[in-house]
């Protein structure tokens, strides 16, 4: 499990990023950080992954400070889906075949190509494997790019804005496959997120950063008209709609 306790950052010390900041991420479950920009998602997430070291607190992983933790067994254990990744002149399967890297000791073995046909069958991608990846669209692009973090078989699966500049259609199916990877595997997911309705269509847990600290972590129930007024300075109504609960602008 990966889990951060108390957590804060600031990069300057008179403006305090996030302050006791804590979150796990638990198998079988979704989590999603939500919160205007600039509140401290993505430095969380930078934490979790080991980009940056908590000031305050400790990130841990399966009971270990996540920095003393070889970088090759938190590969092993940790995908990271970057909102940040490029397109290069690779093939599909190559590309998807770069999440066994942290199992492999020198060539791709049968079974790290097993797991990656394995994966892009699941995925429906099975076509593309000798495509370029940069010839993809934004959406196809981004599911390969899931499907290099899902050849990974890690326990953990941390993403950043996974949705991002993908039409409705492309959001729902990145959501639907992350969903069902961590349903059917067991895994524990969090995205930082924008969109409220997203998360709670998908995710079982959210938590809501204001200012650098937390406003609500929980299920549904934590999203009332009263905390998106307060976070987003935007008015609302929550209504249920098809069993789950939907934000409204007003």
Known sequence: MLEARNVAFSYRKSRPLLVDVSVAVEPGTFTAVLGQNGCGKSTLLSLLTAQRSPQAGEVLLDGAAIGAVDRRERAQKIAFVSQHSHANRLTVFDSVLLGRRPFMDSAPTADDRAI???VLCSLGIEDYALRYMDELSGGEYQVVVLARAFAQRTGTLLLD???????PERQQEVMRLVRSEIDQRGIGALAVMHDINLALQHCDRLLFIKDGVV???????V????RVERI???????????????VVPR
């Open 232 to 246: 987003y300075n935007m008015k609302a109504d929550i209504i249920e709609h098809g069993g789950r609960r939907v």
């Open 223 to 226: 999203v009332t008209s009263e």
């Open 161 to 167: 804005e996974p949705t991002n500049n993908l039409d």
């Open 215 to 221: 406003d609500a972590v929980g299920g549904p129930e």
């Open 116 to 118: 990656v046909t394995e």
